[in-house]
Each structure stands twice: as structure tokens, then as C-alpha cells.
């Protein structure tokens, strides 16, 4: 089974920033489209941002273009996402995923880790 790790995190205020981590096995990392994903309280989780596996293609929910960046380093096996003027309603917690397409919608493929938990305060 495919082991994700989210990090990074926690409180902030609204404004602010924050860069969040995921750790993928390298197998799952190279051959991929990884994304973010996020789930709010009471609600479905959603689709964040996906990059490709070279990094040359990008996608961002609408809610988030122009405040978030997804980016990966391949010599680390990670996927990160710098969250920039962060509002109270990004609040939820955040997943990393592989990334199939389907339906014209973006699906993580593996199980979901224990995701990352930001909180933004008005």
C-alpha cells in the first residue's frame, strides 16, 4: 500500500502563508500526477491543485489560482503547496494524492493519508 505523509500545517492568521509537504515513495512520485486535495468541516473533500509528472503541466481549482502554488522535487520525493493570503474559508484539512483524471474531474488514486490540518483565523 502506498504510504502519503502530509505536513506543514497549523494555525494562521488570515494573510498569511504557510507551505505544505507531502512525502511519496519514489516509484509513486516519478510516475505520476500528484495533487492536493482539501475537506472541510462538514464537507465533501475537493480538489486543490495537481501537477504533472515533469512538473510542465498545472491545474488549480478556481477558489485558489493566483493565491496557491504546487510544486515537486523529484530528488526528494516530495509535492508541496505554498498557500499565500490565506482566507478563513481555506480552512480544512489538506491530502496529497497520485491523480487520475475521469469524468473531467481529478480523482486521487491511492488511499488518503492522515492529511495536514490548516486552520486560518479571521
Known amino acids: 500500500q502506498v504510504q502519503l505523509v502530509e505536513s506543514g500545517g497549523g494555525l494562521v492568521q488570515a494573510g498569511g502563508s504557510l507551505r505544505l509537504s507531502c512525502a511519496a515513495p519514489?516509484?509513486?512520485?516519478?510516475?505520476?500526477?500528484m495533487g492536493w486535495f482539501r475537506q472541510a468541516p462538514g464537507k465533501e473533500r475537493e480538489f486543490v491543485a495537481a501537477?504533472?509528472?515533469?512538473?510542465?503541466?498545472?491545474n488549480y481549482a478556481d477558489f485558489v489560482k493566483g493565491r496557491f502554488t504546487i510544486s515537486r522535487d523529484s530528488a526528494k520525493n516530495t509535492l508541496y503547496l505554498r498557500m499565500n493570503s490565506l482566507k478563513p474559508e481555506d480552512t480544512a484539512v489538506y491530502y496529497c494524492?497520485?491523480?487520475?483524471?475521469?469524468?473531467?474531474?481529478?480523482?486521487?488514486?491511492?488511499?488518503w493519508g492522515k492529511g495536514t490540518l490548516v486552520t486560518v483565523s479571521s
Open positions: 494524492n497520485a491523480i487520475e483524471t475521469g469524468a473531467g474531474s481529478f480523482q486521487g488514486i491511492y488511499d
Open positions: 519514489a516509484r509513486t512520485f516519478s510516475n505520476y500526477r
Open positions: 501537477i504533472s509528472w515533469n512538473g510542465g503541466s498545472l
